[in-house]
């Protein structure tokens, strides 16, 4: 089986996450997306269906079964998208589920050329940022059952304390004179990932493959490190998609970063408002902030994002791809991408600075910024030259 994810105007609304990305690539729980799907059906490869300027990265196959990115499998919905048949798609209000095509078709063209099947609101569907945080634990729980199933855990260090039986360890991960408390959800250590000494961690939490925990960290749960990421400090309900580093003091909590992040020694970000008031969000699609209905929402980090130490973010606060931060007090709530400076002001970010640090970036983890990355970059600094009002 392959499998194209394609994107719905969630892809709008979850930017600046998905500037650099299809929806189905972001990571909720363990796994991406697009990583969940393909595990359940036992696809042998997937593509996607994506914004043109992305697609030369994200490119698709040659598929008849094409799924919604944004929303996450469930026994329910696997039962459905297995007994669809070609020429028809699952449906939901306005949300085109999945279908089966021998051709790509656009979202208008699905519902006037094949045949809709109904099905219930027993799903998840990802349409905003902070979506990825506020239901990391549920698919974190589903994640954890699907790669362990049947599985037993690698052996780790007696030094540590395990609370509970709810934790799984890969070949070659390690951990020492830590303790992990699975009684309030899994622990899930990765392949080759470490956790050094006298680190506190309570479930839900997911260390991914080559990632570090460092000395001492305190992780409250809800939590997902993704892969070749470092940690430290005081996190609560966060998401890193991965190659990502916080690798000292500060809290990060109801918060998602992306990809080649960077946050400096002793940075914090608030989650709640000092009059504990509905915190609000950045909205691209709006160009003004929307109301999340949530009194804890802390920082939404997109990739290539960097804070230098000390740097202290305000609830709430959207930092764009890119954006580089520095300086003392507190930022304005929405960073664009590609914007320089802090408290005291911002400047634009050149692209071909901002392309020099990303190269060395890369190198420093023996990887290259090639063309392609190149060209996606100088095309997300383009478009999103209008939010730059400096």
Not at 142 to 152: I, N, Y
Not at 237 to 245: D, H, K, M, Q
Not at 278 to 292: G, I, N, P
Not at 325 to 331: D, E, K, N, T, V
Request: charged content about 20%; some cysteine.
């Amino acid at each position: 089986m392959k499998i194209n994810f394609f994107d719905d105007q969630s892809w709008e609304r979850l930017r600046p996450l998905t500037f650099t990305r299809p929806v189905a690539d972001l990571r909720i729980g363990i796994l991406t997306i697009a990583e969940k799907w393909s595990k359940h059906l036992n696809a042998a490869t997937y593509g996607y269906c994506t914004q043109p300027y992305l697609s030369i990265k994200y490119a698709q196959v040659d598929a008849e079964l094409f799924i919604n990115g944004s929303v996450c499998p469930n026994n329910y919905l696997l039962d459905k998208v297995a007994a669809l048949k070609e020429g028809e798609y699952l449906l939901h209000g306005q949300c085109v589920i999945a279908y089966r095509s021998k051709e790509k078709l656009s979202l208008p063209s699905v519902t006037e050329k094949l045949a809709p099947i109904s099905v219930e609101n027993n799903f998840l569907k990802i349409e905003y940022p902070e979506n990825i945080f506020g239901f990391n634990d549920q698919e974190l729980v589903s994640d954890f059952a699907l790669l362990t199933r049947g599985r037993s855990s690698a052996a780790i260090s007696s030094t540590n304390t395990i609370l509970g039986d709810q934790f799984f360890a890969e070949e070659g991960a390690k951990a020492e004179c830590s303790t992990f408390n699975t009684l309030q959800g899994p622990i899930y250590l990765g392949k080759k990932s470490e956790v050094w000494e006298g680190c506190h961690i309570r479930g839900s939490f997911a260390l991914c493959n080559d990632s570090q925990v460092k000395m001492g960290a305190k992780i409250y749960g809800k939590t997902t490190i993704g892969p070749f990421s470092r940690v430290g400090g005081e996190i609560n309900n966060a998401v890193i998609w991965g190659y990502s580093s916080k690798g000292h003091d500060g809290y990060l909590g109801n918060a998602v970063l992306g990809q080649w992040c960077n946050i400096g020694a002793d940075s914090n970000n608030s989650n709640l408002k000092n009059n504990y008031a509905e915190v609000r969000l950045w909205d691209y699609t709006a160009e003004s902030f929307r109301k999340t209905g949530l009194q804890f929402c802390g920082l939404i980090m997109a990739d290539h994002a960097k804070c230098a130490i000390n740097t202290m973010f305000n609830t709430g606060t959207v930092v764009g791809v890119s954006a580089n931060i520095f300086g003392s007090g507190f930022p304005r709530n929405f960073i664009p991408d590609f914007a320089w400076g802090g408290a005291h002001g911002f400047d634009i970010y050149t692209i071909h600075k901002m392309l020099e640090t990303a190269k060395l970036v890369f190198e420093r983890r023996n990887m290259v910024l090639d063309e392609t990355e190149i060209n996606i970059l100088t095309h997300i600094f383009d478009i999103t030259q209008s939010y730059r009002r400096f």
